[in-house]
């Protein structure tokens, strides 16, 4: 597994936990918004698992847990063995997933290697190449969400919704497929690294609207930033 970076400590990524956040290099998809092109290019420096391992052993009495994001951790083979290695020395695991390897996330689930998972839903699954830039079988996404609801595991699902791209309606078709469980709507907002310099991200007064919108719906959260 190839890991392009490191964040020692985060309050933020792992809901009521403090943990750590690796990023692994390479993804599956090729997002027009993906803020993480250096990771996905494989151009990030690669940070060894040795470095990592160091790193936990010395802290994991302090660390609730190891938040394993990308580019795509589950494109990875070892992906299990390295889950298996944090599992050994107590700490809890969330994945964060573009939730295209449905089989590689049935294994996690089955060995009782995750604790959270967090899978993207970029949009209608007719609409995916959009964004993605790339023809896929949906129905491996359909096949995840399934999995995740039908786990024990505490999951959420999220949607980075971009002006011109999603529309409630969209949103409202996605709420009913994820069918009651969390699920985030996270603004975009321009980088430096992405590579599609013509996307926007809703105004303030635009989110007000769709919070209000899903008012009465309890599972679904705006975030602003
Ligand atoms: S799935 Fe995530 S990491 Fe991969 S290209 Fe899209 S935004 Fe980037």
Redesign the pocket.
Known sequence: MKIGGFNKLTTQDFPGNLACIIFTNG?N???S??Y?RD??DNKAEEISEEEIFSYLNQRKKMLDGVVIS???PTIWNDLIPFMEKVKELGLKIKLDT?GYRPDVLKEIIDKNLVDYIAM?IKTLFNEYYKI?NKKIDTDKLIESIKLIKASKVDHEFRTTIIKGFHTVEDLDKIVDVIDGSPYYLQNFRMEDTVNDKKLFGFTEEELNEIKEHFKNKPSVTVRYV
């Open positions: 993804c998809f090729d997002c918004y993906c993480n990771l996905v990308g580019g795509e573009n993207d993605i």
